[in-house]
């Protein structure tokens, strides 16, 4: 008999998360799980990509009412006589207006505006997964029924007392709680450390053969530069570190090196990073492309993968880079060791522009280092879909 099983988590756009749970989709064998995904944003890019067996849920009430925009959610409240969807979407855009909060306090503060309006899934499932941290977590904590619950989570997780307190009366209701490195596991249990007999690892899943076929589908670069192509993928967010990445894209273009950097993702960021462009005469150097479903073909066509995150929870897109045989620069995040051996299959630097810009001049120059590395990269291991296995596990 087939074990039914959900998934939740935030949207499917174009990120690390995402792009794991699409490859572990890929990867289940539907003769044995029967497979529903909720998402509380729907239609961003990676849905296309959904396994056919896949059942997507259809929007819950209050996603289909917070895509309206004001005037028309006002006249539907109206028409319903129903003011308590209104009232909550007010409440929660009011309070994230007052400051600047985290990802942790914007969920927190969702989840206080929002719950009450949520209405509960009406099926019991085997096991229920809560793909992301945040809001996904606390809904399948609290508008689920299952057998078992299972938390991912997949950024290095540190929270402040108010928002430990809080997220403790969610993650105590879960059976397992999965992190997706030895790192974020660590940082996890330097918050909830009474939770270390139920915490997992596992990786997030990649699968080479899936990525070498798509590197050569779809879109690639479309101009005709001839100069060294140096590609970054991810959230336009401080997580990420453009401001890093700027500063050091300024330095690299004093040196005179003949280079272009380019930028796939979207986010929160956009604008301060044109703003800072445009300032710093940048346009020729500092390319944003937007997002792609596909960023493989960009990965494979590029001379350096670099990413300047501050903090990950894994690291997918250097993964990805590694698989297509890219040499990395990177930052020296809490997980960058879980992949990466500095200057065997890349070069880890510093947290600061300077550094980046030092491992990027070097992995241009020093020919013989960067032939290494190629080297090393094309004989290493590629991907882990052997950890496909550790699901299984938990599924029973």
């Not at 270390?196 to 076929?213: E, F, G, L, M, R």
């Not at 798509?214 to 060294?228: R, S, V, W």
């Not at 990445?245 to 993702?265: D, M, N, P, Q, T």
């Not at 944003?288 to 670099?306: H, Q, R, W």
Request: proline share 3%; with cysteine.
């Amino acid at each position: 008999m087939k074990k039914n099983l959900l998934f939740v988590i935030d949207s499917l756009v174009c990120a690390g998360a995402e792009k794991s749970l699409i490859t572990l989709l890929t990867l289940l064998d539907y003769s044995k799980y029967s497979v529903d995904l909720m998402l509380f944003t729907h239609g961003e890019l990676l849905e296309g990509l959904v396994p056919k067996e896949v059942n997507i849920l259809r929007p819950l009430k209050y996603t289909d009412f917070s895509r309206l925009p004001l005037i028309e959610a006002l006249m539907d409240t109206v028409k319903k006589t129903d003011i308590k969807m209104l009232s909550s979407r007010m409440k929660y855009s009011i309070g994230i207006r007052v400051k600047k909060y985290s990802n942790a306090q914007k969920a927190r503060i969702y989840w206080e505006s929002i719950s009450d309006v949520i209405e509960h899934n009406p099926k019991t499932y085997d096991v229920a997964i809560s793909y992301a941290q945040g809001i996904p977590t606390f809904y399948v904590a609290e508008k689920v029924k299952a057998n078992k619950k299972i938390a991912w989570v997949n950024v290095s997780y540190r929270l402040d007392e108010r928002e430990e307190k809080f997220q403790k009366k969610f993650y105590d209701l879960y059976d397992r709680i999965v992190a997706v490195s030895d790192s974020a596991k660590e940082i996890l249990l330097e918050t909830f450390p009474y939770y270390s007999d139920k915490v997992d690892i596992i990786y997030d899943i990649n699968d080479p053969d899936i990525i070498a076929n798509m590197a050569n589908l779809g879109d690639k670069y479309a101009d005709d530069f001839d100069g060294i192509r140096i590609l970054t993928i991810g959230r336009l967010a401080h997580q990420k570190g453009y401001d890093i990445a700027l500063e050091a894209c300024k330095k690299l273009r004093e040196s005179g090196i003949k280079f272009r950097w380019y930028v796939l993702g979207k986010g929160p960021l956009k604008e301060e990073i044109e703003e800072y462009i445009k300032k710093n005469d940048l346009s020729s150097h500092f390319i944003l492309l937007g997002v792609t479903p596909n960023p493989y073909p960009f990965i494979k066509e590029s001379d350096i993968y670099v990413q300047t995150s501050r903090f990950e929870g894994f690291g997918l897109a250097i993964a990805e880079a590694r698989m297509l045989n890219i040499p990395v620069v990177t930052t020296r995040f809490d997980a960058v060791f879980n992949q990466m051996i500095d200057g065997e299959n890349g070069i880890v630097v510093d947290m600061d522009a300077e550094a980046v810009c030092k491992g990027i001049l070097r992995m241009m120059n020093d020919t013989v280092l960067r032939e290494s590395i190629i080297k090393y990269l094309q004989l290493e291991k590629k991907g882990n879909v052997e950890e496909i296995e550790k699901f299984h596990q938990l599924m029973k």
